[in-house]
């Protein structure tokens, strides 16, 4: 590494960059699917962060020649691959922060509920060599559908006596990412300064942007309001369509939970400062999974924040009432199949 850095030109080349020479600190990540279409962005982008000392790539094949790529970024992390299930243990050993995009993604016309039978099994599995071998460390589940996978993953912990509920999270940052993009274009504000909180879950109209909390603040009419919040809803669905086959939203996907695996490694590394909407164990309404801003520390959850969900506009209110019922139902699906197992 320090070779790379040799020459006068090399340290102007990375300067420019803006990569730091150092890791500023050392957390050890894990990407589960990390040959996918979200799983090599994903890992892309987590090789240039300074926050991370090691990046272990695990999938079921085809990941040997994805580690040796990003291994060649002179980025400070180094990186390993681990392929299949004998070397999963080793893969997880020590991991701070354990990334989940395996699975299968969606083709037009299928629902994400419609992954759930592959998808389900996957995520069970996955988790509890997670609960083995790194029980201490934040899980992140990206495969669908995010409604169940979640309670999935806490049943599996529970099951082996680790569940920490402030440290597993369902990624739903890129209903955040899309929001905030849909905004501003729709408003004309300046893209880096939107914030949408998104709530609910990660689905359909589980899908729910509280867009009367936009900030910095903006007005909307009610023709405005239907048309984003549709459009929020069915972002996912745009993209398998346009895809027309070849699979689902990887680069934003990557893109959004790169900015979730930052957040964290910065709460880990003691920044006050972190809030992202997350779909987590929940008592923020009568479900016990709700997605909502969350405050992140050393430990995990430090705080669900509720007063996004105060004084809701009458459309959000209704819009929270429609999606419980089917939220409920996943969740319930997603408990069922853990407890099956048992
Ligand atoms: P993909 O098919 O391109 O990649 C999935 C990867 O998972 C493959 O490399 C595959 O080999 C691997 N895999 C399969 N079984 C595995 C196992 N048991 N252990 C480890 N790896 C395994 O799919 P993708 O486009 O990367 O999507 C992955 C998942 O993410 C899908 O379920 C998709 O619906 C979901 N997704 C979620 C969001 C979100 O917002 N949460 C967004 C986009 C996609
Ligand atoms: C998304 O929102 O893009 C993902 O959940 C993938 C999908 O199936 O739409």
Redesign the pocket.
């Known amino acids: 590494l320090r070779a790379s850095f040799s020459s006068k030109a090399q340290k102007e080349n990375n300067r420019n960059f803006n990569y730091k020479l150092q890791p500023q600190a050392s957390y050890k990540v894990a990407v589960?699917?990390?040959?996918?279409?979200?799983?090599q962005p994903l890992a892309l982008l987590i090789k240039m962060s300074p926050l991370v000392s090691d990046l272990h790539l695990?999938?079921?094949?085809?990941v040997k020649g994805v580690t040796a790529d990003i291994s060649h970024c002179n980025t400070p992390s180094q990186v390993r691959d681990f392929t299949g299930?004998s070397e999963l243990a080793n893969c997880l050993n020590g991991v701070d922060v354990v990334v989940i995009?395996?699975?299968?993604?969606?083709k037009p016309g299928m629902t994400?509920d419609d992954?759930f039978n592959i998808?389900a099994g996957?995520v069970r599995?996955?988790v509890s060599a997670v609960a083995d071998n790194c029980p201490g460390a934040f899980i992140q589940?990206?495969?669908?559908p995010?409604n169940s996978t979640v309670p999935i993953a806490a049943e599996v912990l529970k099951q082996k006596g680790v569940y920490d509920p402030k440290k597993l999270f369902?990624?739903?940052?890129?209903?955040v990412v899309r929001a905030n993009t849909f905004v501003a274009q729709r408003k004309n504000l300046k893209l880096i300064d939107v914030d949408v909180p998104v709530v609910g879950g990660?689905a359909g109209i589980t899908i729910l942007p509280l867009l009367s909390k936009t900030r910095p603040s903006a007005s909307f009419t009610d023709e405005e309001v239907e048309e984003l919040t549709v459009r929020i809803q069915n972002a996912?669905t745009e993209v398998v369509e346009a895809k027309a086959g070849a699979?689902?939203?990887?680069l934003s996907?990557a893109y959004?939970a790169a900015r979730f695996v930052e957040s964290s490694l910065r709460a880990l590394d003691g920044d006050g400062d972190v809030y992202e909407c997350s779909f987590v164990q929940s008592d923020l309404t009568d479900l016990p999974f709700f997605a909502s801003r969350v405050k992140l520390g050393r430990k995990g959850i430090e705080a669900l924040i509720p007063s996004d969900l105060q004084g809701l506009t009458d459309y959000e209110q209704k819009a929270l009432e429609a999606l419980k019922p089917e939220l409920k139902a996943s969740i319930e699906k997603g408990i069922a199949f853990a407890q099956k197992q048992t």
């Open positions: 589960l699917g990390a040959a996918g279409g979200i799983g695990y999938d079921i094949a085809n299930a995009p395996a699975g299968v993604p969606r994400r992954l998808n996957i599995d996955l589940i990206i495969s669908n995010v369902g990624v739903t940052t890129l209903d990660h996912g699979g689902s939203a990887t996907m959004a």
